[in-house]
């Protein structure tokens, strides 16, 4: 089992930056893979970011360059670093564990970006 808890959302303005951090306990020699996902009001949920275990990075259309998701294995947190957010961006966003046999997810963090 694996069990993630995220942080950091909140309110800011566009232009603005928020880092997002996700603490993974459990099994955590399991995962494969660590992403970021989004799901706007009535959009289905996609992803953002995610970081494989060798450290390579995806990240979507919409937010390359602005985006960065990091791990700091030290601690067992991936983080998300949002700059120059935009009103777009507005959504809850969850961190997920791909733990080979199964995936996990948090309980997501709401991050709204006003205009």
């Known amino acids: 089992q694996v069990q993630l808890v995220e942080s950091g959302g909140g309110l800011v303005q566009a232009g603005g930056s928020l880092t997002l951090s996700c603490v993974v306990s459990g099994s955590t020699f399991s995962i494969n893979v660590m992403g970021w996902y989004r799901q706007a009001p009535g959009n289905q949920r996609e992803l953002v970011a995610r970081i494989n275990r060798d450290s390579s990075t995806n990240y979507a259309d919409s937010v390359k360059g602005r985006f960065f998701i990091s791990i700091n294995n030290a601690k067992n947190t991936v983080y998300l670093i949002m700059n120059s957010l935009k009103p777009e961006d507005t959504a809850v966003y969850y961190c997920?564990?791909?733990?080979?046999?199964?995936?996990?997810w948090g309980q997501g963090t709401q991050v709204t970006v006003s205009s």
């Open positions: 997920a564990a791909d733990g080979g046999n199964r995936d996990y």
